[in-house]
């Protein structure tokens, strides 16, 4: 026959167990995260050569520091990189934009 301590602890245990699943209906419902709507891709420059290369890699880093994915003064940097890879393709100078364009993108990590 159990005792009137052990009676007791079970009518504690059974008083705690039914307050803590009771705690949970008291408290607000969680709020949901608001999410901003994603624009539509803008479309990229089409077309070979050194020029196209560079306006899609600065669209996409541009994009990427409006989204917040790449913070402003990385891309800044990375835009003065495309720069100098720009002018030297507006000097004729293709290969040596290109490789600019390729240094750029394996310093900052794009593909």
Known sequence: MPTQAF???LVLLAA???????S???????????VAPVAAPAALPQGA?????????????????????????VGARFG??????????AAGRDGEALHLLAA????????
């Open 104 to 111: 750029a993108k394996s310093r900052y990590g794009y593909p």
């Open 24 to 34: 949970g209906a008291s408290a607000p419902p969680p709020v949901a995260a608001a």
């Open 80 to 89: 003065a990189d495309l720069d100098r890879a720009a002018a030297a393709c």
């Open 16 to 22: 705690a167990g039914l307050a803590s699943c009771q």
């Open 49 to 73: 050569g050194c020029g196209p290369a560079i306006a899609r890699t600065q669209a996409v880093v541009s994009a990427d520091v409006a989204s917040g994915d790449l913070n402003k003064p």
């Open 7 to 9: 009676r007791l602890t």
